[in-house]
């Protein structure tokens, strides 16, 4: 799978847009984008997915950038409860057949919403 | 989604002894993982378990350390096997199936080894 980098650290002001970026410069034709993020103590949670195109769901927007090299993760409207590490993972598509199918997890982003 | 539940949620133990961690999600999943996350640290993946066939474990752990179960296509055990302090991590259980093309995560087992 291909490495991310990320950012170590953010901060957002609540009810501000967060936008948190993901350099993938290896990612192949094959792989999605995923997000997941773990709130203290507890089991990561998925977030998003996606391929080349922009994707939302009620949670958050993801945005890839044409070449697919990187992308942005958006909370429209960020909350205190937020306050999480994100993690930015690139993987094959389960559905393909394609073997391997672990999530490899960086460090992440930490993000803090501040009041 | 898949709800996944772990037993024990939390556990401390003596160095030298065992123990097991149950995983359950309430539908039938393909594929599950079991990770260890040490204490300040990301996620790191510990063996993959599909039904039917014997667990793949990841480089750096072995079987004889981390024997796996996985007897149907609800449940799995992870064992820690004669723990040290250097054990003392959470372990997490997640769930794949090509449905969903995503992983649900367990809430965790919090273990201290003494």
């Known amino acids: 799978d291909a490495k991310t980098t990320q950012p170590p650290s953010m901060d957002c002001a609540e009810g501000r847009a967060a936008n948190l970026p993901c350099n993938h410069s290896t990612i192949s034709g094959n792989e999605y984008v995923y997000w997941y993020r773990q709130i203290h103590s507890q089991g990561p949670q998925y977030i998003i997915h996606g391929l080349k195109n922009n994707e939302t769901n009620e949670m958050a927007s993801l945005i890839i950038t044409e070449d697919r090299k990187s992308s942005t993760l958006i909370l429209p409207h960020a909350t205190l409860r937020d306050t999480a590490v994100y993690y930015c993972?690139?993987?094959?598509?389960?559905?393909?057949?394609?073997?391997?199918?672990?999530?490899?997890f960086g460090k992440g982003t930490k993000l803090s919403v501040i009041p | 989604s898949a709800v996944i539940s772990q037993k024990p949620s939390r556990d401390i133990c003596q160095r030298g002894t065992s123990l097991t961690i149950q995983c359950q999600v309430d539908?039938?999943?393909?594929?599950m993982f079991w990770y260890r996350q040490q204490p300040g640290q990301s996620l790191t993946l510990i063996a993959t378990a599909n039904q039917g066939s014997e667990a793949t474990y990841e480089s750096g752990f072995v079987i004889d350390k981390f024997p796996i179960s996985r007897p149907n296509l609800t449940f799995s055990t992870l064992t820690v096997s004669n723990m040290s302090p250097e054990d003392s991590s959470i372990y997490l259980c997640s769930v794949g199936t090509s449905v969903y093309n995503e992983q649900f995560f367990g809430p965790g087992t919090r273990l201290t080894v003494l």
């Open positions: 993972i690139v993987r094959v598509d389960m559905r393909s057949g394609a073997g391997s199918y672990q999530l490899t």
């Open positions: 539908s039938q999943v393909t594929m």
